[in-house]
């Protein structure tokens, strides 16, 4: 097997006299699909909150590659190659579908102080973003402004934003949330192209489609892990079924 | 592209400042003067608020603080040279922006704006109730700055016509920088923390940073505005620091249309006539002595029929003609 890309070990987050998140440990391996099921309140987002460093953990240790990388601010853990999608479509509505892509692809090479240099002009963001919007099946609608997609277009806008930089951790925060089947079909199909050059976290509550991509499946309850393992196992284990799929599954 | 000769009109209106001066009298000059100081004024709040996002309720203060700076810096008699003074001013506006921006950028949406004003008052009342710039009645600017090169002097503020070609040369200067700065890459990165900074911070742009140097370049410009504010009125008082200089510059580009630099010239250009026209007694008689009354429900007004400003009206008329 080979080396974790991104490491968590026992993190732990407070809020106050609740525990979220309690000693949760994890590997994400490139070339995996590694997905986190439980039901809603079990941690799962606070989980990825913390991986990648939107939350600050109460204590544990993440490790990037093997660099600790505990303490970094989210943005220097993007540019470190973390890139995340959120629950609730996160993009710029106000913005051109390019230009959503541009921008995100403008991380990797910020030069604020050079304002003479035209933003359209700079041709690093503009390629990466069009091999983005290429890759996501957006490339026939650039010029559109990002609010006026539909909500599957949206999110796949949200992934082709996360893919611009080329991060190879990617963290995903149920991308296929209120999508269509063909919209599911397509996601998954992208989901497990991307698998192949990414190490991949996956937060999601479809069941079946957790099922056919996944290579291991974490099981939260009440911010705890209670199996980890590849899935058949999960689905066969005892604990599992009684915590999450329910008794008669 | 159209957005290409988008430069054509700022830069025709520029050349037509510049040949006014032959044609006006001398208030009508005045008044123009006084509409591109404040233009400039209204233009470095646009970068915080039309392009960053960030509404700031105490912008004064920097204008205040460049204004002040000054006066006090040329009170040792004779003319103060100009190049030392302007950055003085500048500088010092900035370095306050950059104390105040450091803290208020810590807090967002209405605690911003209420940070923003509580700074902005501790610097009002520090004017106002010390002795440093001569407490509530402020102090006169007993000469103007020049610029002097080898004992021959190059700009001369006291004289009326070079006065007027160094605030329209401010003018065209700040304008162009902003423009600058909206098609640059930092530019765009402001458009998108304004648009989703959660976006930003997860693509990899530490947001921080990015807002605090627009906060103290917006800082630096409403300094120059007030530079520039000093030497025309050749006095400075508390009140340009006051909540109520804030208020008016928000106005202004509230007016003119928020999210474009042409919307805070125009807002600047006619919040300043209007302010003029509610005041005229040979227009509006006793009225004109309530005219904070009428250029309240005047703004009100333009507000409701014009939410996105005077700016809006050409859009609207484009979508008009498209009907027909």
């Avoid at chain 2, 001569?134 to 610029?147: E, N, Q, R, T």
Wanted: hydrophobic share 50%; with cysteine.
């Amino acid at each position: 097997m080979s080396e974790p890309l991104l490491l968590a070990q026992s993190l732990t987050r407070r809020f106050g006299g609740l525990t979220a998140v309690n000693a949760v440990s994890l590997a994400l391996r490139q070339g995996e699909l590694h997905a986190v099921i439980g039901t809603n309140g079990a941690g799962k987002s606070t989980l990825i909150n913390m991986l990648s460093g939107e939350l600050p953990a109460s204590s544990g240790r993440i490790e990037l590659a093997g660099a600790d990388i505990t303490a970094w601010s989210q943005p220097r853990r993007a540019r470190a190659g973390i890139g995340r999608s959120y629950q609730r479509t996160t993009i710029f509505p106000a913005l051109s579908v390019f230009e959503n892509t541009r921008l995100c692809a403008q991380a990797a090479k910020q030069r604020p102080w050079a304002v003479w240099q035209a933003a359209d002009h700079c041709a690093s963001s503009r390629d990466a973003a069009e091999q983005a919007l290429a890759s996501a099946g957006l490339a026939d609608v650039p010029q559109l402004l990002a609010g006026l997609l539909s909500h599957g277009q949206q999110r796949q806008l949200e992934i082709a934003m996360c893919l611009v930089t080329r991060p190879p951790v990617l963290l995903l925060d149920e991308p296929l949330a209120g999508m269509g089947a063909e919209e599911t079909e397509r996601m998954l199909a992208l989901l497990i192209d991307l698998k192949r050059s990414h190490a991949l976290l996956l937060v999601e509550h479809d069941m079946d489609a957790v099922f056919r991509v996944a290579d291991v499946i974490t099981v939260m309850v009440n911010g705890e892990v209670i199996a980890s393992d590849v899935p058949e196992v999960i689905r066969n284990h005892p604990e599992v079924r009684v915590a999450y799929l329910g008794e008669g599954h | 592209m159209a957005t290409d000769r988008a430069w054509i009109v700022p830069v025709a209106a520029l050349v037509a400042l510049a040949a006014l001066p032959g044609v006006l009298a001398p208030y009508t000059q005045d008044l123009v003067l006084k509409i591109a100081v404040y233009a400039i004024f209204a233009l470095s709040l646009e970068l915080l608020v039309g392009m960053t996002g960030l509404v700031s309720l105490g912008h004064a203060a920097f204008l205040g603080i460049g204004a002040y700076v000054a006066v006090l810096a040329s009170r040792d008699g004779g003319a103060a040279p100009l190049q030392w003074l302007l950055p003085a001013s500048v500088a010092s506006a900035a370095a306050y922006a950059l104390f105040v921006g450091m803290l208020c950028l810590r807090t967002r949406g209405v605690y911003f704006i209420m940070v923003t004003l509580a700074f902005a008052q501790m610097a009002y009342f520090v004017f106002h109730d010390t002795k440093v710039g001569g407490g509530s009645d402020g102090i006169f600017l007993y000469a103007k700055p020049v610029l002097a090169i080898a004992g021959s002097s190059l700009i001369d503020l006291d004289d009326k016509r070079q006065l007027y070609y160094t605030v329209v040369a401010a003018l065209g200067f700040t304008y162009g920088l902003l423009a600058l700065i909206r098609r640059s890459r930092f530019g765009h990165a402001l458009t998108g923390i304004r648009g989703n900074e959660q976006r930003m911070r997860a693509a990899g742009f530490a947001t921080y940073p990015y807002k605090l140097a627009a906060f103290v370049i917006a800082g630096a410009l409403a300094g120059l505005a007030g530079f520039l504010l000093a030497v025309k009125d050749g006095t400075v008082n508390p009140e340009l620091l006051s909540w109520h200089e804030s208020g008016a510059v928000l106005l202004m580009i509230i007016l003119g249309g928020i999210g474009s630099l042409r919307g805070a010239v125009i807002g600047a250009i006619a919040f300043t006539l209007l302010k003029e026209l509610c005041q005229s007694e040979a227009l509006l008689g006793p009225l004109a002595g309530h005219w904070q009354l009428t250029l309240g429900f005047s703004i009100i007004a333009f507000v409701a029929w014009l939410p996105k400003g005077l700016i809006g009206l050409a859009g609207m008329r484009r979508r008009g003609a498209r009907r027909v």
